[in-house]
């Protein structure tokens, strides 16, 4: 009975100190990864140029992993992960992934290092949209100046257009315009049954475009008009066969 209890009395000991070697190579692993998920964080500012999901296996099963693919102001390029971190208790993978839009410029908080040898891309622990003045001025447009390009444009477009339907080339280029700038959509189709109503209104096509004049006096004419009057031909065309169909 004694031998058995020291025989018992090894193997306990033997397998605590097992037990116990376990556990710090866990805890040193486990440590050492929380240090380099600290340490290696950084801030870089990119817009993004592509974004994707690749599956990957992972044991026996596959997984869907979120990458991002932003480029610096320098032109250089970078792949980034975007993977759930519990050292940064990030669990909103995929909600930041929808939130990314391509073409618009973040400031992404990240961490890890890029090692191609190991596959191994810097992870993105959040991303913040970084707002220029050029889209801030373009999304906060003033009404005035929306209309006075408006009525500039629609101006030199029925002069240069005298057989058009005039109404119709309203519509047409109200919902031209609505369609070219997103965010003022809005506030151009205001405006352009502001103009419609005042076309239909007026006395003479004339007293109309004396209307456009005031409308659009004092500013500067827009350098886009002839680009629009191109991708409006479709339109002016099918309004002149209207026109000459009612002859």
């Given amino acids: 009975m004694k031998q058995y209890n020291s025989l018992t009395y090894m193997y306990s000991k033997e397998t605590i100190s097992k037990l116990g070697c376990s556990v710090s190579a866990l805890a040193l692993i486990v440590g050492s990864s929380l240090c380099l998920s600290y340490c290696t964080q950084d801030t870089v500012d990119v817009k993004i140029v592509d974004k994707y999901i690749k599956t990957e296996q992972s044991g026996k099963s596959s997984k869907g992993v979120f990458y991002v693919v932003g480029e610096k102001k320098s032109g250089e390029r970078e792949v980034f992960k975007n993977a759930d971190s519990f050292a940064f208790l990030k669990f909103n993978s995929s909600d930041i992934q929808q939130q990314i839009d391509m073409g618009k410029t973040y400031r992404l908080d990240v961490n890890w290092m890029r090692m191609p040898f190991f596959s191994m891309y810097r992870n993105i622990i959040n991303a913040g949209l970084i707002k220029s003045e050029t889209t801030a001025t373009t999304s906060q447009t003033k009404p005035k100046t929306l209309e006075a390009n408006y009525a500039q444009t629609l101006l030199q477009m029925i002069n240069e257009n005298p057989n058009a339907d005039v109404a119709e080339a309203i519509k047409a280029f109200t919902a031209l315009e609505a369609a070219k700038d997103a965010s003022n959509a809005s506030k151009i189709k205001v405006i352009g049954n502001k103009y419609y109503n005042r076309y239909m ?20 004419v827009v350098q886009c008009i002839q680009q629009g009057n191109q991708q409006l031909q479709p339109v002016l065309f099918a309004l002149r066969q209207n026109s000459h169909q009612h002859v």
């Fill in 201 to 220: 209104e007026a006395d003479t096509l004339e007293d109309f475009k004396q209307l456009l004049v005031e409308a659009s006096s004092g500013k500067k």
